[in-house]
């Protein structure tokens, strides 16, 4: 009995020793580029700050990885997450959207955190200053409406 268990535990170490031979990609390609949403939005530094820390991650072409981030299967749980948060919106593409489409994510944006729905619980247990206090979603939110009216001023 107790080599039996002796035998499962060496296969579950052994397994979990492969398992690290396999990654997903690692997004890692350059941000704030000609199309990047602080080049192309009017943006001050502040909001841009709380955006970079709380939403860069998993909403743009680059992501800041921590260490458990190279353990697989975590890695594979975090990149599911980075592949699905850019597919809805990506800060890396800000000037590639449609007018109507940045000013509907800057809609979404402000409902998003307003619900705290964003940034995603499961990042901020890691993340405790990703989190965003009242005071910052309203930061965001007021940046948020004043871009969206900028742009329909826009010609
Ligand atoms: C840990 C990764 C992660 C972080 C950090 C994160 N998001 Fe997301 N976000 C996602 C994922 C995954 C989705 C798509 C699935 C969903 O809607 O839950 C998403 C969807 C969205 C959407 C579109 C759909 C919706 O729910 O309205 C918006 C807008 C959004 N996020 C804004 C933000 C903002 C703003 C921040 C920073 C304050 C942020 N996110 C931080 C992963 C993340």
Redesign the pocket.
């Known amino acids: 009995m107790k080599k039996t268990i002796r035998l499962v535990f060496y296969f579950l170490v052994l397994g979990f020793i492969i398992l690290q031979f396999f990654q997903p990609d690692k997004n890692l390609g350059d941000t704030n580029l000609h199309d990047d949403l602080f080049q192309v939005a009017t943006i001050d530094g502040s909001v841009k700050t ?2 970079e820390n ?6 743009s072409n680059h992501t800041k990885y921590p260490w458990y981030s190279y353990i697989s299967p975590v890695s594979f749980f ?1 990149n ?6 850019k ?3 990506n800060f890396s593409d800000w000037g590639i959207y449609s007018k109507i489409d940045r000013i509907s ?1 800057l809609d ?2 402000c ?3 307003s ?1 705290g ?4 619980g ?2 901020l247990i890691l ?1 405790k200053d ?1 989190s ?1 206090s009242e005071e910052n979603i309203k930061k ?1 939110c007021d940046w948020a409406e004043t871009e969206g009216m900028r742009l329909l001023k826009e010609e």
């Open positions: 709380l955006l709380s939403c860069y991650d998993c909403h975090l599911k997450h980075i592949v699905e948060g597919a809805e919106l994510h979404d944006i409902d998003a955190i619900d729905k964003m940034p995603l499961s990042y993340h990703a965003l965001i």
